[in-house]
């Protein structure tokens, strides 16, 4: 066996060997009321979510990598202007795409409205952010986040011009001081913000395609006139617990497409890779304001029917719409 062929063997294995142990993690069922949460899923989480993987296709055989593990993938880098952050409302964030020839990406394929949609939450599930950062000339993307002390991840969900997939990388940014984790609320079949409350309905197996129904209701009423965001009725981001494993959820209709109503329930389809405990963030608009609902769901659980149980929004940010 001549040298090239053994270092072909080599590499593919290494990259069996990757795929195979990214797949151990958690997958989504719909919540069930009483049903326990994961437990200790934010200890002990190694470094290896940043490794760089070289463009090439993924051999025969090994399961596709769910996105936001890696920094890099496709030759695409995402590359933060730093690492570490202080804490505060309106920390300045700003980072590049690195393309296959190492130069920053000035040219996307809109999707969802915007060229690039960044997500940044903190490790223990808290703190959410989707914003839509302005990129300058020379492809340097900047925004303002509010961050508390912790360990982050921030992810990059974008589409290069001239290409039909989308690719979401992931990087860690450490915010300074004194960090309190929190521990993973319990799965509940709704989210109370305020005058709203958003009632959970579905079944997530791994493996299978999965329909979601999330169905918003205001002071016990439902809202029937939900504002478009993103060109939908809402958009939906599923991170698993332990990895932060980013999930690609797609809405079901569009607004103006003369089959697809204002609400009160918007309908997503995903599939989950893997058993365990997973953080759903439903983002929608009502008069103006852009609010996010997160319930904690794990896989293999029983459909959710009947009343809506009480249950717990994210932490309370309202955003705007950026």
Request: proline residues 8%; negative net charge.
């Amino acid at each position: 066996m001549n040298t090239r062929t053994k270092l072909g063997l080599f590499a593919a294995g290494l990259v069996v060997a990757f795929a195979a142990a990214a797949g151990v993690g958690g997958v989504v069922a719909p919540v069930a009321a009483g049903s326990s949460s994961a437990g200790g899923g934010h200890e002990g989480m190694g470094s290896n979510h940043d490794a760089v993987v070289p463009p090439g296709d993924v051999p025969a055989g090994v399961p596709e990598t769910p996105g936001g593990l890696m920094i890099s993938e496709r030759g695409y880098t995402l590359a933060l202007a730093g690492d570490t952050a202080p804490a505060g409302s309106a920390v300045p964030l700003s980072f590049t795409v690195l393309g296959p020839d190492g130069a920053p990406v000035t040219d996307y394929e809109r999707s969802h409205d915007k060229d690039l949609h960044l997500i940044v939450v903190r490790r223990d599930l808290t703190g959410f952010q989707h914003v839509h950062p302005q990129r300058s000339a020379d492809g340097t993307w900047s925004t303002s986040l509010s961050l508390a002390p912790g360990d982050w991840r921030v992810f990059a969900d974008f589409t290069p011009a001239g290409q039909d997939e989308g690719v979401t990388l992931g990087a860690d940014l450490a915010v300074s001081g004194a960090y309190a984790p929190q521990p993973l609320p319990e799965p509940v079949a709704t989210a109370r913000l305020g005058e709203y409350s958003v009632a959970l309905s579905g079944r997530l197996v791994p493996g299978k395609d999965a329909k979601l129904d999330l169905t918003v209701s205001r002071n016990g009423r439902p809202v029937a006139d939900l504002e478009p965001y993103l060109a939908a009725y809402g958009h939906l981001v599923a991170l698993r617990d332990g990895d932060l494993a980013y999930l690609h959820v797609h809405p079901e209709g569009s607004p103006g497409d003369g089959r697809t109503e204002p609400g009160p329930t918007i309908t997503f389809h995903t599939s989950v890779p893997s058993p365990g405990a997973y953080r759903l963030f439903l983002d929608f608009r009502h008069d103006g304001v852009v609010r996010t609902a997160a319930f904690t769901v794990r896989a293999g659980g029983t459909a959710v029917t009947g009343a809506p149980e009480a249950g717990h929004g994210d932490d309370g940010h309202g955003n705007s719409d950026h």
